[in-house]
């Protein structure tokens, strides 16, 4: 009888080793599914604002009206200008930032080449005074 339990219990360990590895490689699929449809998030959000405004006694029947009679599209295209226009917003500071990075790399290549300028100009005027001394 002993042999018998202890058999069940390994063979329950391995059932749950293998559901929890279902579990985990599910959870990977419909992370990925949903980040395939964007769409889905608006249309949850949707639901629950009006599910949690309305507050019904009989949850699955409003849910099935409101999936039924709900319109999204029109929605969701407001909802993805939007979240265009938030895109933008929040990589308006990376393109002014990458403006300013290039002006200043642009500013410094300018002060070399002023720098280097300078120094020819100085280079030619010890040559004049030593050719000049040289004359005298």
Do not use: W
Request: glycine fraction near 2%; include cysteine.
């Amino acid at each position: 009888m002993n042999h018998d339990l202890i058999g069940i219990k390994k063979l329950l360990k391995i059932q749950k080793n293998k559901i929890n590895q279902i579990k985990f490689y599910t959870r990977i699929d419909n992370e990925k599914y949903l980040r395939e449809h964007p769409e889905l998030e608006f249309i949850i959000q949707q639901f629950l604002v009006k599910l949690l405004e309305d507050q019904p006694k009989n949850c699955i029947s409003y849910a099935g009206n409101f999936f039924h009679t709900t319109n999204f599209r029109e929605g969701y295209d407001k909802y993805l200008k939007n979240k265009e226009k938030e895109e933008t917003e929040k990589n308006k500071p990376n393109v002014e930032e990458k403006l300013e990075s290039v002006k200043e790399e642009e500013d410094e290549k300018v002060k070399e080449e002023e720098d280097e300028k300078e120094k020819e100009v100085e280079e030619k005027t010890d040559t004049q005074q030593k050719v000049e001394e040289l004359e005298n």
